[in-house]
């Protein structure tokens, strides 16, 4: 299990918009990162061999696996719903009380949405650069910064640890 100290700075989510670009945007990023294989859209056998299919890219790239709603299937911990039994878990949240009660709850760290305005939720009211800093500050637990993110968003908000969708999606990662 890797530790919080460790807990990978860049982060890609897969997602059936991007599911094309996957191989592809694995092997560029920098060595070490994470990814979060989610593929909502899929179920069953189809799920698992799109995940081993990817999670082999994953660790030949040498980055963290983790899997949205984790089944046991090799990955390094899950994502997103309640704390599992066991392994890494890495929450959700988008406001002080969901950070509150993921913290609560035993998160190893936590995915803090939207910063910016996004594709996966065009209607909802982004935190925006001092909101995110505002409430990433209260958690005791790595934030890792989700929502419109793109590199040039990162630096704009001054936070390292970052993910992505459509941001991560392309060959221009690092």
């Known amino acids: 299990m890797t530790s919080r100290q460790?807990?990978?700075l860049l982060w890609l989510l897969s997602d059936a918009r991007n599911d094309d670009g996957l191989e592809e945007a694995l092997r560029c990023l920098p060595e070490g990162s994470g990814f979060v294989f989610r593929h909502y859209h899929l179920d069953g056998p189809e799920r698992r061999a799109r995940f081993d299919e990817l999670a082999a890219i994953?660790?030949?790239?040498?980055h963290m696996v983790i899997l949205s709603r984790g089944e046991g299937w090799g990955e390094d911990g899950s994502?997103?719903?309640?704390?599992p039994q066991s392994g890494?878990?890495?929450?959700?949240a988008h406001?002080?009380?969901?950070?509150?009660?993921?913290?609560?709850?035993?998160?190893?760290?936590?995915?803090?949405?939207p910063v910016f305005p996004t594709r996966s939720h065009p209607e909802?009211?982004?935190?925006?650069?001092?909101?995110?800093?505002?409430?990433?500050?209260?958690?005791p637990v790595p934030v890792i910064a989700l929502g419109g993110m793109t590199r040039e968003r990162a630096i704009e908000l001054d936070w390292p640890?970052?993910?992505a969708i459509d941001g991560l999606?392309?060959?221009k990662v690092a």
């Not at 913290?103 to 936590?110: C, F, K, R, S």
């Open 88 to 92: 890494f878990w890495l929450a959700t």
């Open 58 to 62: 994953a660790r030949e790239e040498r």
């Open 161 to 163: 640890r970052w993910g």
């Open 124 to 139: 909802v009211k982004t935190l925006g650069a001092f909101g995110f800093h505002v409430l990433a500050q209260q958690s």
């Open 169 to 171: 999606a392309s060959t």
């Open 79 to 83: 994502y997103g719903g309640s704390r």
């Open 95 to 113: 406001d002080g009380d969901e950070i509150e009660h993921a913290v609560a709850a035993g998160a190893d760290g936590i995915f803090l949405s």
């Open 6 to 8: 460790t807990l990978p």
